[in-house]
């Protein structure tokens, strides 16, 4: 398969991973954040960890869209959409993410005309060919969606579309980057920055991570090659003393973004004072919401929206793992009351979250250890 | 809905609730059919229904499925089906060319796998109270001479062989509904697997340990059950399991695993290392069976647990899928 499997050539691979061998130094432990739940998942799928030396440690960031969106969120959205005129529609990651009173999966087992869809302007259809219901959309995502929203709420505007609208949770990476990078306990060398949301935002805006914070930051693909190399692009800076901005993914990422996608996005959304994320609290400036010339289609104002707001359960430490000051398996309740099939955070939900890729590929690995010496 | 979806749940389910209300303590291996002794004749049983949407998707439809999901269940019991009798539940105002459609289809494949379809029952439900058609199937075999399957029997060195690529009819269902704006160029692999069944029973009959058709939850999941039973570690050579181009993209597109996709006609079985050859030639000998593979084994380690090796060098633990599969979009 094109643009596949040229970068997971088995000999390419071992190659590299004998590059980072080389360049890392025995005698220092190296902490890389991979600032993307693709990139986690990434690593634990093609097993990338069982080929990286001991001394290189891979930390989970908080890029990972369902995750840290906060429970009373889900909640807000379900409560519209218990009036049976609406149809609540959003992307399949959301599906099974829980909400105080479950998931919205399980209200639509229960009755409410929650609908799967695969883009923005699916939606769109689905309010063209449902004229008597009202179809609201829970947008979700960094900058990687936020640009499809854009366009599909500039559709809406142009076609004068009255039964649609949005309940918008996009946010922001840079801030959630900076929340980490402010974190007291949280010693980072480096980030493999994110691949999706910079083919839209370009490398520029993670210059002052290189430049005040004097760390590189290396925006990488999502294939075991890609990823291998951006280790090695972010050993080569450490290792000459440097904190630059690199793209290894310069095959999809533009330098400078996508403009037509960061105009639309402009257009439509401003800045949030400031959002609730889950487990790295209110952060001012992170997050996204329409414009007065969009209020129209503006779920949050349409809508009487309660504003519910749930703690995540006490014993629950997702926001420590989001954070990457714990390892998923560290947190009281990981494989015990929390797994993928009764997820108590989002982080167990997503395939992207930390917690559900660990616990699906990872985890009884850990408690099989013998196993890996039967397979080598 | 999860409980439906063949993977932990509904395993869940059967094991928490069916099995010790109406089997009591027996704790006899799950399988695909039971097999009985009744008047000192050995027969298998076996019953299944058929909820699918779209109806009619490329390469067949619910009529089809109904048939050679029952003789695929018989089959991988070791038994050929004999007789199958139908029930459908129509929901009111379905179009009579509909029903004539997936009874031909029906009459088409029973046929082909060369079962007789000995009786029927039809009930009406009102409009909006069924999708259209369910069909459910229950179908009674003869055990095929020498093949005596179980969990149990399994060792480690068995070798895993599958009859052909994976994934193909769960992918070509989920682009069958149209909601993906997605193409390919693939069918499903509705087939009756018999003839595969047949084919290693001649060569290899008294090596084959255990045999499965994996349907929903995919590879996967059939693994996980047969590590769980078993007690032994299943490992997996991701490089070495088929599967066609047009599946891999559209899992690559939607985040999913073909592990975790649904077959209709593939035959999976764990066959005693010195006859794998065999039981291969055999696979490959038959109709549509070219691309059979061995694509794994079973070791002592990591008991209870399925590890899938990566062409680098690299392992991941391979779960049962938890509820349907849901594309990533975000």
């Known amino acids: 398969m094109k643009y596949v499997d040229e970068f997971r050539e088995p000999e390419l691979i071992k190659k590299t991973a004998e590059e980072i061998r080389r360049l890392a130094d025995p005698n220092r432990h190296y902490r890389l954040m991979e600032v993307c739940g693709g990139h986690t998942h990434a690593i634990y799928r093609f097993g990338l960890k069982d080929i990286l030396p001991a001394n290189i440690e891979l930390i989970h960031g908080p890029g990972c869209p369902v995750c840290v969106l906060p429970m009373g969120r889900i909640d807000d959205g379900l409560s519209i959409a218990k009036n049976p005129d609406v149809i609540f529609a959003a992307f399949g990651d959301m599906m099974r993410v829980p909400g105080a009173d479950g998931s919205p999966l399980e209200h639509k087992a229960r009755g409410m005309d929650v609908r799967i869809v695969y883009s923005p302007s699916d939606a769109i259809k689905l309010a063209k060919t449902n004229p008597k219901k009202h179809v609201m959309f829970f947008a979700i995502g960094f900058e990687t969606t936020a640009p499809s929203t854009s366009l599909t709420l500039q559709r809406a505007q142009r076609e004068s579309l009255r039964n649609f609208s949005v309940f918008c949770n996009h946010v922001t990476i840079i801030p959630a980057i900076r929340a980490i990078l402010d974190s007291p306990d949280m010693r980072l060398d480096g980030f493999i920055g994110p691949g999706h949301v910079s083919t839209v935002i370009g490398c520029r805006p993670y210059e002052w991570i290189a430049q005040n914070e004097n760390k590189p930051i290396v925006v990488s693909g999502f294939e075991p090659l890609d990823m291998l190399q951006s280790i090695v692009m972010l050993l080569r800076q450490l290792r000459a003393g440097e904190a630059r901005v690199e793209n290894q993914y310069t095959r999809v990422v533009p330098w400078e973004g996508n403009g037509a996608a960061l105009r639309a996005m402009v257009d439509v959304f401003e800045l949030r004072p400031y959002f609730e994320w889950r487990g790295l609290g209110f952060i001012s400036q992170s997050a996204l919401r329409l414009r007065e010339q969009y209020a129209e289609w503006d779920a949050e104002r349409k809508f009487d929206v309660p504003g519910i707001r749930v703690t995540d359960p006490k014993a629950a430490q997702c926001g420590e793992v989001l954070k990457g000051v714990l390892k998923p398996a560290q947190c009281k309740l990981f494989g015990k009351e929390c797994t993928p099939e009764h997820p108590i955070g989002a982080l167990m939900v997503s395939s992207e979250g930390s917690c559900a890729a660990y616990y699906n590929y990872e985890h009884r690995k850990a408690v099989l250890a013998s196993s890996l010496s039967v397979v080598a | ?330």
């Open chain 2, 1 to 330: 809905m999860a409980h439906g979806a063949g993977g932990t749940a509904s395993r869940r389910l059967i094991e928490g609730l069916f099995a010790p209300l109406l089997y009591g303590a027996s704790s006899e291996p799950l399988g695909d059919a039971a097999h009985l002794v009744v008047n000192g004749a050995r027969i298998a049983i076996t019953t299944d229904s058929f909820v699918v949407k779209p109806l009619r998707f490329p390469g067949g439809s619910i009529g089809e499925l109904a048939v050679n999901g029952t003789v695929n269940d018989l089959a991988v019991s070791g038994a050929k089906a004999e007789a199958l009798v139908v029930t459908f539940v129509l929901e009111a105002g379905l179009p009579t060319e509909i029903l004539q459609a997936e009874i031909q289809a029906m009459g088409e494949a029973a046929r082909e796998a060369g079962v007789r379809i000995a009786g029927g029952d039809t009930k009406v439900v009102e409009h909006g109270k069924a999708d259209s058609m369910y069909i459910s199937t229950t179908g009674i075999g003869a055990p095929i001479p020498g093949v005596e399957i179980s969990p149990a029997s399994v060792r480690p060195g068995d070798k895993i062989l599958i009859s052909g690529p994976i994934g193909d009819h769960g992918i070509t269902i989920l682009l069958a509904r149209g909601e993906l704006d997605l193409e390919a160029d693939l069918c499903s692999d509705t087939r009756s697997v018999l003839p595969f069944v047949a084919g290693m029973a001649r060569c290899a009959a008294p090596s084959i340990r255990w045999m499965r058709d994996p349907t929903r939850g995919g590879v996967a999941t059939s693994l996980n059950e047969l590590a769980r039973d078993c007690g032994l570690g299943v490992i997996l050579h991701e490089h070495a399991v088929p599967v066609r181009d047009g599946v891999r993209g559209a899992c690559e597109l939607l985040g999913l695993d073909p592990l975790h996709i649904a077959n209709e006609g593939q035959l999976l079985a764990v066959v005693a290392a010195e006859a794998a050859d065999r039981a291969l030639e055999a696979l490959r000998g038959v109709a549509g069976g070219e691309e059979s593979r061995i694509i794994g084994e079973i070791r002592e380690q990591p008991a209870g647990a399925v590890l899938v090796t990566t062409q680098y060098g690299g392992t991941r633990i391979v779960d049962m899928l938890v509820g349907d599969p849901l594309p990533r979009i975000c």
